[in-house]
């Protein structure tokens, strides 16, 4: 069973930065680099949205919420993908979830609480 595992949430002051990160496990490279790689988040009361997201050949696509704060990266040599978040929002407060996807299905991380607040 494939496993995505985010790291890096925590609590920033407004304005600030954090990195996310997911490592993905028992999936060997060559299957990793087929997968689209995104990045989304769920506050209270709120569904899950999509941040951002990158192809297997490096394509990026950002919600309009975060687009010139956030980018987003993958490494297919080492099955990750980074989430690197500027300019922090209170109202970017949710927990973050790492998503692979490709046609025959999806897999999705436990998630991270990120926390923006002074």
């Known amino acids: 069973q494939v496993q995505l595992v985010e790291s890096g949430g925590g609590l920033a002051q407004p304005g600030g930065s954090l990195r996310l990160s997911c490592a993905a496990s028992r999936m060997i490279t060559s299957v990793f680099n087929t997968y689209t790689m995104g990045w989304f988040r769920q506050a209270p009361g709120n569904q899950r949205e999509l941040v951002a997201s990158?192809?297997?050949?490096?394509?990026?696509e950002y919600s309009d919420s975060v687009k010139g704060r956030f980018t987003i990266h993958r490494d297919n040599s080492r099955k990750t993908a980074r989430l690197q978040m500027i300019s922090l929002m209170p109202e970017d407060t949710a927990v973050y979830y790492c998503?692979?996807?490709?046609?025959?299905?999806?897999?999705w991380g436990q998630g991270t609480q990120v926390t923006v607040s002074s």
């Open positions: 998503n692979a996807q490709r046609g025959d299905g999806s897999h």
């Open positions: 990158i192809t297997s050949d490096f394509r990026t």
